[in-house]
T-cell receptor, first 111, second 116 residues
């Protein structure tokens, strides 16, 4: 079992729709969770981080965390073609010594 | 201010040669991180520095890999006797410090290494 798992996609949604990206993790002691966006050929950029159970909203983005289910998700409302990218889920394990990434979900938003 | 810079941006080398990759962090950032991203894969954490110290080197893939940081700024990642499986994008990141680290982590543009 991979430590951080994401559906590789591609996930395709129409412009204006809600895109839902999911991530599960194996280290139950993990405390910090991050979502990065990576455009093709570019480096990752941080979108959201979340530490507590529940929802955290920032503009069109909402991160959701459920530690009991070891599940974190990212919702993108009113998706735009410019949101088309690979979204990486990252988790800080209990030892806080490194950051572990999923393989990423490729999102395509069609005009 | 300037972001994280890396050089070279691209490197093509022959199997068995040594390569050195350089990272210049954001000014004032004391923590520095190296990652590797193979084609179609997520990022693989390699090593981090707090100042000049790297407390945990267990993430380095093999003993052919080494990293150092001097003066609390520039870091170099050295791969000796390169193999084709070393081909990847090597990303460097920096953050204010380890305690505040992860949410202030910014990535450089990466070095694309191809081993023939």
């Amino acid at each position: 079992q991979k430590e951080v798992e994401q559906n590789s996609g591609p996930l395709s949604v129409p412009e204006g729709a809600i895109a839902s990206l999911n991530c599960t993790y194996s280290d139950r002691g993990s405390q910090s969770f991050f979502w990065y966006r990576q455009y093709s050929g570019k480096s990752p950029e941080l979108i959201m981080f979340i530490y507590s159970n529940g929802d955290k909203e920032d503009g069109r983005f909402t991160a959701q965390l459920n530690k009991a289910s070891q599940y974190v998700s990212l919702l993108i409302r009113d998706s735009q073609p410019s949101d088309s990218a690979t979204y990486l889920c990252a988790v800080i394990p209990y030892n806080n010594n490194d950051m572990r990434f999923g393989a990423g979900t490729r999102l395509t938003v069609k005009p | 201010g300037a972001g994280v810079s890396q050089s070279p941006s691209n490197k093509v080398t022959e199997k068995g040669k040594d390569v050195e990759l350089r990272c210049d962090p954001i000014s004032g950032h004391t923590a520095l991180y190296w990652y590797r991203q193979s084609l179609g894969q997520g990022l693989e954490f390699l090593i981090y520095f707090q100042g000049n110290s790297a407390p945990d080197k267990s993430g380095l893939p093999s003993d052919r890999f080494s990293a150092e940081r001097t003066g609390g700024s520039v870091s170099t990642l050295t791969i000796q006797r390169t193999q084709q499986e070393d081909s990847a994008v090597y990303l460097c990141a920096s953050s204010l410090n380890r305690a505040l680290g992860w949410e202030t982590q910014y990535f450089g543009p990466g070095t694309r290494l191809l081993v023939l």
